[in-house]
């Protein structure tokens, strides 16, 4: 178990990269079939990886330093110089081409500068994925809070993840409810993170993973070949993934770290992982305009537009950094 929660903290930003790439994977039309098809069309697990992952590095953060007020700025620091420009920017472009009325266009306005608007049915969001994250981001000091007080908190956390599922169902059968049924894979992570997980048998936590994994992955299957109706409606289609997300950090962590040697080769992963954010803003953009003004009809096309966004967002996340930099030095 130390092993998998060093690996974790070693090479979050190689995993994030990973996962950033498969939601990249999963937004454009390649048309695959077979199995590259099949990993492609469960790319957003890919979301739910960088839930896991946060929720392990947040119960970290918040572990070394739990003033709400300091890691709130914190988190403002790193998400706001990044999204505030680029939502103005956004607002500027889609308003014009979505031609809402005034009231509208200033709920529009108003959910994405606050990125909340999703759980308020504002009509046109950058993505949900936005509002999941700041509310996740915003629960994390009392989650936290709750289990660094508890005596027994690998129990309580357990508690806590069906308590969020059984909440979480008030949404079901709603867009809004594959954002809340986000936080238990978030407060999963945060187990995954306990000081009293270290003590765990590895061998057991090993084939508790690996039989969670192989359990999802039948869901998955079994879902999409005999049951669809189950995949959206009932949350099917990311439902599984708070048992595969702990066994592919699991071993995507491994990986990395028996090939350490090469450490080089994962250095694209790495610089991905530091800028997702703001590779997925451009990247959800540019499928939107893609699917919207079909500006990429054939797969070499999507693969160019892609590849465009990952550039744009990580060319975007420097530039902030450095305007940053600058600013604290002024």
């Not at 936590?205 to 009932?234: D, K, Q, S, W």
């Amino acid at each position: 178990m130390e092993n998998f929660q060093t690996n974790l903290r070693a090479y979050r930003n190689e995993l994030k990269g990973a996962a950033m790439l498969w939601v990249v994977f999963f937004h454009a039309r390649f048309g695959l079939s077979g199995f590259l098809g099949f990993i492609q069309q469960i790319g957003y697990g890919g979301v739910d990886l960088f839930f896991f992952l946060s929720g392990f590095g947040l119960y970290h953060s918040l572990a070394k330093d739990s003033d709400p007020r300091r890691y709130l700025l914190r988190r403002a620091r790193r998400l706001l110089p990044a999204y505030l420009p680029f939502c103005c920017l956004w607002l500027c472009v889609m308003l014009p081409l979505y031609r809402f009325g005034t009231v509208q266009s200033l709920r529009t306005a108003a959910g994405n500068l606050f990125m909340l608007g999703f759980f308020a049915n504002v009509p046109a969001m950058i993505n949900w994925y936005i509002s999941a994250l700041a509310l996740s981001l915003l629960m994390a000091p009392v989650l936290v809070g709750f289990l660094s007080k508890s005596q027994k908190p690998v129990r309580s956390a357990v508690f806590l993840i069906i308590g969020l599922f059984v909440m979480g169902l008030c949404f079901i059968g709603t867009e809004q409810y594959m954002a809340i049924a986000r936080l238990p894979v978030f407060v999963l992570g945060m187990l995954c993170a306990l000081p009293s997980f270290e003590g765990r048998s590895k061998k057991r936590f090993a084939l508790l993973t690996l039989l969670g994994f192989l359990v999802g992955i039948a869901l998955l299957l079994l879902c999409y070949t005999l049951f669809p109706e189950l995949l959206n409606t009932y949350g099917m289609y990311w439902h599984p993934f708070i048992l595969i997300a702990p066994a592919m950090c699991a071993g995507l962590g491994a990986l990395f770290c028996k090939l350490q040697k090469a450490a080089a080769l994962f250095s694209p992963l790495r610089a991905i992982g530091s800028a997702s954010f703001e590779i997925f803003l451009f990247n959800a953009w540019i499928e939107v305009l893609c699917k919207r003004f079909q500006l990429a009809k054939s797969p070499l096309e999507w693969l160019l537009w892609s590849a465009g966004s990952v550039a744009l967002g990580y060319l975007y996340h420097k530039v902030v950094k450095a305007a940053l930099k600058r600013v604290e030095r002024a």
